[in-house]
């Protein structure tokens, strides 16, 4: 077949960029001065990197293009397996700062000297949903941090929720493969509502307290930044004179706790599937570093043998009015890593990985916990040497006689690779320290090798009690909704009827709210208990949201949406006000190209009408003029913004015309306090000061 004579090499201006455009009409951007030259991985120049190397412009490929092989070769292999859990994260670097030494509690180096800053990775994630999945699952929180101190790294691997669905580590496989996608059908994609996971859940009381915190709003925080995050485990510190004091670790964020409700956690993950990495991305970018205050509670064997449960047993937390957290340092993240695989993906954290002065306890799911990290690195990163990446190696000094294996950047040098030698200090290489090194503490230990459960874990609901009591009424309302809308989508009937049956041993007055909303006319019994569960656990405040939200506006995001004859001042004052109180501001228009103001002035739109829809703003404002108002009216996505931002209780900034489109939508024409007229310049303060509530929750038909 005849073609046509392809042109010769020339030069091409594509809108700003000049190019060299190649015969078949290909882009090439050769190395003009200042760029590096491209080449391959061994370090061999290219000159080619649009074309294959063929025989004859039209012939077959040659096997001899050793650069296009290595491209695809590489290629081929870019991914490694995502974790088994938690796959979906998010990291960023920072530092940890010690405020209140504690030398009387653990010879933890890191926590002897006030202002000592120890370097930390911090990885945030779902559990459930594949490494794509979107942020706003309804999902534990994973709060993995990695702090890397001078005597080697710890790693506090944590989550938002202080308790966990199991007390045994060898039930995790089977709780993680029933929340998964179901393997048949391979969906549904990061969500608990589904048969199997409520099937295990229905047959396995001892998760009911941490179904209790699953199904509050503590399950969809609005951000990484306003959750706490929480070792689980009861751990043990070791003072240097060898005495030992129990401890369970909590992070508590500095900008106060808040969440989602679920109607926008189902719109934003449509909208937004980035939500929580976006946020964490442009606070650090912005300079807003987030932080988060570490408290301990510590105890000690007299406390834990008085207790009312077991200090080992994780579905249980001690309460903070018997236990108080007590702050002695401050976690703050200020910087994204460089590239996300080499630092977020590559990541290894390990609870094994600990420090002379911290030690484990004996709670049956870290014993499982502390073989599994270190078997599941080796699937992931692919051999031993993991720990000779940047973002896993200690960055204090380390020897040791490991050697050879994949990828090994560091072997010991010289003679000796063992010890005891003779080689002497030179080349000997390194020898324990009794004075240094990691010791044991000496738990007394005895008993018959068996399989149980001790008796003391045996109460599963009178904690979930105690957490559905220490809500506030919008939260409990919360609580039931969640669950009617989880167990409403198990096609199964008597899995919901046995999860009733849980829900009248923690509280009637759920179970009954729950079985309404399922239409179940009547209850099951209750489901037979191994202990008679307690109901004169006193609520604790600390478990609520939002008896514990911010105090200020602060580190939230208001959307403005505006039309053309904007009023350029009163746009200006909220942006100045905000600014002054630590709030972002993005404009939203119907067209990106932004709006002409009243002045004749173009303010630009970060955001079009149909992408930046309520749900993504904690609070909005419409500055909506006469001009503007009836092409508003007219855009779907316009009236939705308006809509939701009333059932999700926002606040709501707005100018007179802006009244039109409420009424379009149908909202009362009395407009309740959550709407503040912007009606000058000097209403902006009164409108950000009030958004500090968050929402309006006395709205009466809200989501
Ligand atoms: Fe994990 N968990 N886990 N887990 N976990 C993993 O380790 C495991 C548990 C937690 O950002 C895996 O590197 C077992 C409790 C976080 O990289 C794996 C048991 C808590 C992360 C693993 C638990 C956690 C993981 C998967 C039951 C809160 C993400 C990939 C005994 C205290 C860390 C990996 C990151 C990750 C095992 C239970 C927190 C498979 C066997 C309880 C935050 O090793």
């Known amino acids: 077949m005849a073609r046509k004579a392809a042109g010769k090499p020339e030069q091409a201006v594509y809108g700003d960029q000049q190019v060299v455009r190649g015969r078949g009409g290909e882009t090439h951007q050769t190395a003009e001065e200042g760029y590096e030259t491209l080449t391959t991985q061994q370090g061999t120049p290219v000159s080619d990197d649009q074309n294959t190397l063929r025989h004859g412009a039209r012939g077959a490929a040659l096997l001899e293009d050793f650069h296009f092989r290595e491209k695809i070769f590489h290629f081929d292999h870019e991914r490694i397996p995502e974790r088994v859990v938690h796959a979906r994260g998010y990291g960023a670097h920072g530092f940890f700062e010690t405020l209140k030494p504690i030398p009387e509690l653990t010879k933890a180096d890191l926590f002897q000297r006030k202002g000592e800053k120890t370097p930390v990775f911090v990885r945030f994630s779902t559990v459930a949903g594949n490494k794509g999945s979107f942020d706003l699952a309804r999902d534990v929180r994973g709060f993995a941090v990695k702090l890397y101190t001078k005597q080697g790294n710890w790693d506090l691997v944590g989550n938002n929720i202080p308790v966990f669905f199991i007390q045994d580590a060898i039930k995790f496989p089977d709780v993680v493969h029933s929340v ?74 500095k900008l106060g706790l808040q969440s989602v409700i679920w109607n926008e956690a189902v719109k934003i993950n449509g909208a937004d599937p980035d939500f929580h990495r976006r946020d964490l991305w442009n606070a650090i970018q912005n300079g807003d570093f987030p932080e988060w205050e570490l408290c301990l509670q510590t105890f000690d064997e007299k406390f834990a043998e008085n207790f009312e449960f077991d200090v080992l047993d994780p579905t249980k937390i001690i309460p903070e009015e018997q236990v108080p957290a007590v702050p002695v340092g401050r976690l ?12 977020t993906e590559q990541v290894a954290f390990m609870t094994q990985n600990i420090v002379p002065g911290i030690e484990f306890s004996n709670d049956p799911l870290l014993q499982g916990r502390n073989f599994s990290y270190l078997d599941t690195q080796l699937k992931r990163l692919g051999g031993p040497n993991f720990t000779h990446l940047p973002i896993n190696a200690p960055k204090c000094p380390f020897h040791h006689f490991q050697q050879d294996g994949h990828m090994a950047f560091y072997n010991p040098r010289g003679r000796a690779n063992y010890e005891p030698n003779s080689w002497g200090p030179e080349i000997g290489g390194p020898r324990e320290s009794v004075e240094r090194g990691f010791t044991t503490f000496a738990e007394d230990a005895e008993g018959p090798k068996i399989r149980q459960r001790p008796e003391s874990f045996a109460d599963h609901y009178s904690q979930a009690r105690q957490f559905y009591e220490s809500q506030t009424l919008i939260e409990q309302r919360h609580i039931a909704e969640a669950l009617v809308f989880e167990l409403s989508k198990c096609e199964v009937p008597r899995i919901r009827e046995r999860m009733l049956s849980h829900l009248q041993n923690i509280h009637d007055e759920l179970a009954n709210a729950v079985a309404e909303g399922l239409g179940v006319a009547e209850l099951p019994a209750p489901a037979d208990v191994a202990v008679t569960p307690r109901t004169d656990l006193a609520p604790s405040d600390p478990l609520s949201i939002l008896k514990r939200g911010p105090t200020s506006f602060k580190g939230r995001k208001l959307g403005v949406l505006m039309t053309d004859g904007v009023d350029p001042v009163l746009l200006g004052e909220l942006q100045n006000v905000a600014a002054a109180d630590g709030v972002t501001v993005e404009l939203i228009a119907p067209t990106v190209g932004g709006v002409v103001a009243s002045d004749g002035t173009t303010i630009v739109a970060q955001h079009k009408i149909d992408g930046a829809p309520s749900v993504v703003f904690d609070a909005v404002a419409l500055l909506v003029a006469d001009e503007g108002a009836l092409g508003l009216l007219k855009l779907p996505p316009a009236r939705d913004f308006v809509s939701d931002a009333y059932a999700h209780y926002k606040f709501v900034g707005f100018t007179p015309a802006a009244t039109k489109l409420f009424k379009k939508v149908g909202l009362p024409e009395d407009l309740d306090d959550g709407f503040i007229a912007l009606e000058s310049a000097a209403d902006a303060k009164a409108f950000l000061k009030r958004c500090a509530d968050l929402r309006y929750w006395d709205r009466p038909d809200g989501a």
């Open 332 to 343: 703050v993240l200020d910087r994204m890593p460089e590239n996300f695989f080499a630092e």
């Open 180 to 253: 998964k996608q179901e393997p048949d059908k391979d969906f549904p994609q990061a969500q608990s509502a589904h048969d199997n996971f409520w099937d295990f859940i229905s047959l396995t009381p001892e998760s009911m307290h941490m179904i209790m915190w699953i199904m509050s709003d503590r399950a969809i925080p609005r951000s990484f930044r306003f959750m706490e995050g929480f070792g689980v485990h009861t751990f043990r510190l070791v003072n240097a004179a060898g005495k030992s004091t129990f401890v369970k670790f909590q992070w508590k964020p």
